[in-house]
């Protein structure tokens, strides 16, 4: 009987733990995410790109090609299963690789994959979507930046990727795509969380200079920052 209750007090006292734990978590992600990192004082507006949310996952948007550099040079259109040529917009976004792989919807996740997502126990990949045009709205923001901040944004993205022995993009070969217009790489890091799919982004807005949140693991933390434009 003993031995029971003491059990019984140590299971209690664990998901107490782990309510306590989510708790701060939470409460740390809602107040980090509403501090702001300011924009860059710039005189130019080169190039617009854009952040865009599907309601949980944050993508960095920008133009196939521009004077810097074509996109689609690595980033193939023959990596679709559409194969269209014709988009003027790729959007990035990072995230676990068992997430984008193995869940098309939420219906499909598993406890195995939750699991090793959350503690950096998987791999990670790279979702790539072409567009042909951006509509700006609550879940779409534009935003404009110079040349100098648009190649340290790109610096940022290539270097997110894997690359193989000859420098070029690592596609992934598998029939989990979302659609005919998007295609997965290869990618570095892992997905805990403490760097999701959002810290991502968030970090992308960082490396070019442009307001973000202080940390967030939400896209709602990125669209907090732009709500007020």
């Not at 997430?99 to 790539?128: G, N, Q, V």
Request: hydrophobic share 40%; glycine share 6%.
């Amino acid at each position: 009987m003993k031995t029971a209750l003491t059990l019984l007090k140590a299971a209690g006292l664990a998901v107490l733990s782990l309510i306590c734990l989510l708790g701060i978590y939470l409460l740390a992600a809602y107040v980090l995410s509403r501090m702001s990192v300011d924009k860059e004082n710039q005189t130019q507006n080169d190039v617009s790109v854009y952040i865009l949310t599907n309601g949980v996952h944050t993508d960095l948007v920008v133009p196939i090609k521009t004077d810097q550099l074509d996109w689609s040079q690595e980033v193939k259109f023959a990596n679709t299963t559409g194969k269209d040529t014709t988009f003027n917009y790729v959007a990035f976004g990072w995230g676990d690789k068992g997430f984008y792989l193995e869940t098309p919807t939420w219906a499909d996740l598993k406890a195995s994959t939750a699991f090793k997502a959350a503690f950096a126990l998987s791999t990670s990949a790279i979702h790539a979507t072409f567009y042909k045009h951006m509509k700006e709205g609550p879940d779409c923001v534009k935003i404009d930046i110079s040349k100098d901040q648009y190649a340290r944004l790109v610096k940022y993205i290539q270097e997110s990727f894997t690359t193989d022995a000859q420098g070029h993009l690592m596609p992934i070969r598998t029939n989990a795509n979302y659609g005919s217009t998007d295609a997965f790489y290869e990618a570095k890091g892992s997905y805990h969380l403490f760097h999701t799919c959002n810290t991502w982004a968030n970090n992308g807005l960082k490396s070019c200079g442009q307001k973000a949140s202080l940390w967030t693991p939400f896209d709602t933390g990125i669209f907090y920052q732009y709500a007020s434009r």
